[in-house]
């Protein structure tokens, strides 16, 4: 709503300055506004920067914010492809739980396996922080022929996070995977954890109480 597009008839012969139809099909989502511009003015080519410009994310910077590289595996890469610059993201961490009584006697099947694993490893995953506005995408040249590992990244989605932020995610970025998922302005607050026996009811393990002899 910060903005609003009118289209006005011109002859073919006219440059009109306020042409912005060359600016990526008209849309001037995810661009930058160099200056401030007063209300109801007319925004014009030479006002805001390409997300494409080599010096838009230093200048789409607040003096507190810095912009942080998050790598995109390639099971991730549909995100390349789904997220623009300007689009706002959450954060969520993926741990491993651990059950302190250790007694269960329902296990699991691990893939390959054809007994129970009492051992198997049950993951929750925990929103960290949200929304983050993404100040730029990159992708990665693709190769011909390319085998990927762990390590491997397809592209980098760079995210605007200010100091506070930073801060916080470098605290618990080695406790476990950080994922990233588009925003949803109707994340629930006050239930940010998924567990995996609430995503599969079926596989909850039974603790078992025996009386004495």
């Not at 849309?27 to 030479?46: A, F, M, T, V, W």
Request: hydrophobic share 30%; glycine share 6%; aromatic share 6%.
């Amino acid at each position: 709503d910060d903005y609003k597009i009118t289209s006005i008839e011109i002859s073919k012969e006219s440059k009109d300055r306020r042409d912005i139809s060359s600016l990526d099909n008209g849309d001037l989502q995810g661009y930058l506004i160099r200056h401030n511009i007063s209300k109801g003015s007319i925004i014009l080519p030479e006002m805001v920067e390409s997300p494409a410009s080599p010096t838009f994310s230093a200048h789409s910077l607040r003096s507190n914010e810095t912009p942080y590289s998050y790598k995109i595996k390639p099971e991730d890469e549909y995100l390349l492809s789904s997220l623009s610059i300007g689009d706002e993201v959450s954060l969520y961490i993926r741990l491993v739980e651990v059950d302190k009584s250790k007694k269960n006697n329902v296990g699991l099947v691990t893939e390959g396996s054809n007994s129970p694993d009492k051992n198997m490893k049950r993951y929750a995953i925990s929103r960290v922080m949200g929304p983050i506005s993404i100040v730029d995408i990159k992708k990665a040249p693709k190769a011909v022929t390319k085998s990927y590992s762990g390590d491997d990244s397809v592209g980098t989605v760079v995210l605007r996070l200010d100091a506070q932020q930073l801060a916080e995610l470098k605290v618990v970025e080695k406790a476990g995977e950080i994922l990233l998922f588009p925003f949803d302005q109707y994340e629930d607050e006050n239930n940010q954890k998924i567990r995996m026996d609430e995503v599969l009811p079926q596989f909850n393990s039974v603790k078992e109480l025996r009386g004495g002899e």
